[in-house]
């Protein structure tokens, strides 16, 4: 796992060292072990390494000499043992003991046409300098970042982080409010969007080659594509043969992401993915090896699930390390967070996570977690409305769900909760039922909070364009399997994968997700519903591999997530960082907003007269990444090594 980055300038001159020392600099937390730069005619490389495979071996920029091409990689390839048989096999030499001079000479062999042989995660730039041609390559799923601009003619900037490209004098440091709104509506960018104008995302699944010539694109793996197949597969399969079939993909999945040359824990959180997939390390594992595992918590939580990952680490029988973070840790690292992201600090726990992850890279440099599984096995709970009959849905649009949700605060049921379930169901359109899940805000809230921003019918209906774009290739489909391909496709990506690889590699720790397997995933999405969810119960098949591997107690729980005690934190240690970001004339606010109406609903949360901890999570996270990093950046201050 590294950072990576570089650029090739057809243009007299070439690249600079000295910019490509900074790209470096930028990255250097993703790879804390070995920085290097290479300059190769108009094109430069830069990598930072985190060493996993190969520890002594295998550096980088990597350029046989008796090869055309050089490269700079970031990932593991799980299938690279089976790759370097198969080079050897063709009478192709190896120097090393790595799965990246594998990937380089797959791609020297077949270009773009090699990609879909990668079993992996993975982003890489290759540069083939007798053809003055640059391949870009994101993984399938895009579990690594891969961030481009063109930002003059005959240019092209590349990295693992937007930080890197920032520092090329060319690259735009400007804001794109289309990705502003977006961010601000779903806490993340969706698609090839970025929150920097001119910079765009390397889409998963897909490759890029700049030359001479200009830009060209295709792709090489389609989740939709390869559902399609998988369906036909798996089609008169009994359930006993799919919970079979679907078990093995997962003991498999899970055996390959324990290759590594350097100790792999587990994130355990006591939920079923994360129970799973330590349950199946130890009996992948060889009887006495140790497994440490990590969990976390929070202070003033009544429902801590510390104890129940306790339970299961002492079940299972591992060394487990628990963690407790508190408010001081959020107002401490929340601007540099924002920094290691790039952009607002999305959920609540992702403070946590980067907490947890330093806690683990003390004792480990690989954890395994349970990223992807609610996506492609439906274990969100908004997944059992996916069917939700038009009488639900009217009846929630004509009651209101304002109202609706102070009815169902009255009965004891979480107002915030449903407030999102109603505004959910009460969508005029699909997309819109489908999308609002994931937002805190309605269009009125934004209007009236940030009215600077537009907020106009072209306007909003961009902020969903990724979405909308995603279900009309989708087709013909089951509502579910619906609402999940499009979350794969847009949220999984832009928000969660994005989490677990900045909040992760900020502390130099990969983080591999078994349930992201390219198979496994096609797998899932494949099954019939009511292999997903059955009796309102969310990933039905996980549960039945779960039966006989993990405590009946876990495997039975309904999904808790986390929950941080937001509500009592920003009545209290974090209230005066709240207001003094949320009320700032140089922020957010003080641009676009009507700090008036912020201030109303401060002082609404500040009475209990609401819970608002959720919506003023967005803005502050907002306004700190504004205030603290973009602000900074545009005005023209270095890149710091830790940002």
Not at 248 to 271: C, K, N, T, W, Y
Not at 382 to 408: H, S
Not at 474 to 500: H, V, Y
Request: charged share 25%; glycine share 10%; proline share 6%.
């Amino acid at each position: 796992m590294c950072g990576i980055a570089g650029y090739v300038d057809f243009s007299a001159g070439g690249p600079s060292p000295a910019i490509l020392h900074a790209m470096t600099n930028a990255l250097a937390r993703r790879g804390p072990d070995a920085q290097a730069t290479l300059v190769e005619g108009p094109c430069g490389l830069a990598h930072a390494r985190l060493s996993i495979i190969d520890i002594d071996g295998s550096p980088q920029p990597m350029a046989p000499p008796d090869s055309d091409l050089a490269m700079v990689y970031n990932g593991e390839t799980y299938n690279y043992l089976q790759l370097r048989r198969e080079l050897q096999g063709l009478g192709q030499s190896l120097t090393t003991n790595g799965d990246g001079e594998a990937v380089l000479r797959w791609v020297e062999r077949e270009w773009e046409k090699a990609l879909p042989r990668f079993d992996a995660m993975f982003a890489f730039g290759v540069w083939d300098r007798k053809r003055q041609r640059l391949l870009l390559g994101r993984d399938a799923l895009g579990e690594k970042p891969l961030f481009y601009a063109t930002p003059a003619p005959g240019v092209l900037v590349f990295g693992s982080e937007v930080k890197a490209l920032l520092n090329h004098p060319a690259v735009d440091r400007g804001l794109d409010e289309d990705a502003l709104r977006q961010a601000l509506r779903f806490r993340a960018v969706y698609g090839t969007g970025c929150l920097h104008r001119g910079v765009s995302q390397v889409e998963p699944g897909t490759w890029l080659e700049f030359s001479r010539a200009g830009v060209r694109t295709g792709r090489f793996h389609d989740l939709l594509a390869e559902t399609d197949a998988m369906r036909r597969e798996i089609a008169g399969q009994s359930e006993a043969q799919l919970i079979a079939y679907g078990r093995h993909l997962f003991m498999e999945s899970v055996s390959e992401r324990l290759i590594a040359d350097v100790p792999v824990g587990a994130f355990l959180s006591g939920g079923l993915d994360s129970s799973l997939i330590v349950a199946a390390m130890r009996q992948v594992r060889a009887e006495g090896a140790e497994i440490r595992t990590f969990s976390v918590g929070f202070k003033d939580d009544p429902h801590s699930e510390l104890p129940h990952a306790q339970s299961v680490a002492d079940a299972i029988g591992t060394t487990h390390m628990p963690l407790m973070v508190g408010p001081e840790s959020y107002v401490a690292r929340l601007s540099e967070l924002s920094a290691c992201r790039d952009g607002p600090v999305s959920q609540p726990a992702d403070v946590a996570i980067a907490e947890m992850s330093h806690q683990a890279r003390k004792w480990v440099k690989v954890a395994l977690s349970g990223e992807g599984a609610d996506e492609i096995f439906g274990g969100y709970p908004k997944y059992a409305f996916a069917n939700a009959p038009w009488a639900a849905r009217r009846g929630a649009a004509l009651f209101g769900p304002e109202r609706g949700a102070r009815l169902a605060g009255a009965l004891g049921v979480d107002r915030r909760r449903a407030l999102v379930a109603l505004r959910a169901l009460a969508g005029r359109r699909e997309v819109d039922r489908l999308v609002q899940w994931f937002s805190y805000f309605d269009r009125a809230d934004l209007q009236a909070l940030m009215p600077g921003l537009g907020w106009t019918d072209a306007d909003w209906d961009q902020t969903i364009s990724d979405q909308s774009e995603t279900l009309s290739r989708i087709g013909k489909a089951s509502p579910l399997f619906r609402m999940q391909a499009t979350d794969c496709l847009t949220w999984l990506p832009g928000n969660m994968l994005e989490r677990g690889d900045r909040m992760t590699m900020a502390e130099g720790l990969e983080v591999r997700p078994p349930f992201l397997d390219k198979e496994l995933a096609a797998f899932g999405l494949a099954l019939p519903d009511r292999m997903k969810v059955r009796g309102g119960t969310g990933k039905w098949i996980v549960r039945q591999w779960a039966a006989d591997m993990i405590p009946p107690t876990i495997a039975k729980r309904p999904k808790w997530g986390f929950r941080v005690p937001l509500a009592q934190w920003f009545r209290g240690p974090m209230r005066d960082m709240l207001h003094a970001y949320l009320t700032s004339p140089h922020g957010l606010s003080g641009a676009y907003g009507d700090i008036a109406r912020v201030r109303t609903l401060l002082q609404r949360h500040d009475e209990g007269t609401v819970d608002a901890s959720e919506s003023l999570w967005t803005l502050l996270s907002a306004e700190v990444w504004y205030q603290d990093v973009f602000q900074a950046r545009r005005g023209g201050d270095a890149v710091r090594a830790v940002a």
